[in-house]
């Protein structure tokens, strides 16, 4: 059966990232892609002008008619931008109970433009880190949710994986990846953890300035992961190795003149 993936993001109308890039990744990776707005933006490859919000009351509307109708197999959250959507997604999301979530805690683009209120930090972390499968944040929004400066060194990033799994203050499968792509080192080494297991996920590192939506289309492909693979390292291994070689053939695409995409399509455009 092909799963559905369920997209809860921003539009970015350069495609790179948000709803855009996550359906690409999810029909990349063999998932029927469906997306619910939680935020507009005016941004392209070089950056964000000006963010539009939706009103989380048409947030709901979207959540609750899609669920009504739609077997939706994994979601995976990203930009929400307000307080109040953040709020209604987890509140939506805990009547409807989806059996995978992952959650993307997109708080800055990689131009500098703030994506997160920072009130909102506070019903992301109390309300949708419990019902999270997978927590994925970089090293910056890692420090932001533990409060804490982001860490260096991959000794440390181990103790921030540590951190952030205790904060999901759950006693079922919860895991947290944690990106190092941060660290100044050759490879890219991210960490998988589950409260027991440590799991290295290491990739060389890609000289390429086209790295726009690295995160949205990494979580958005551990959502289409999740419902075919037998567990949870086995999805994040195969969503690792499909960012990686998309951020590989990311120069083959010439989009704009600032951070260019990755390119979700690198194995069947030729």
Known sequence: MIPHALSIAGVDPSGGAGVLADIKAMSALGAYGCAVIAALTAQNTQGVTDICPVPPEFVRSQIDTLFADVRIDAVKIGMLGQTQVTE?????????????????????????????????????????????????????????????????NLRDMRRVAEKLREKMNHSGERWVLV???????????DLLHDGDRMIELPARRIDTRNTHGTGCTLSAALAACLPQAPDVPAAARRAKDYISQAIAHADELQVGHGHGPVHHFYHWWK
């Not at 190092?180 to 890219?188: E, F, I, N, T, V």
């Open 88 to 152: 209604v997604v987890a509140e939506r999301l805990a009547h409807w109970k989806p059996v995978h979530i992952v959650l993307d805690p997109v708080m800055i683009a990689k131009s500098g433009a703030a994506l997160l209120e920072r009130d909102a930090v506070t019903a992301l972390r109390e309300m949708l880190l419990p019902q999270t499968t997978l927590l994925t944040p970089n090293l910056p929004e890692a420090g932001v949710l533990l409060e804490q400066a982001p860490v260096e």
């Open 179 to 189: 990106k190092g792509g941060h660290l100044p080192a050759d490879d890219a080494i």
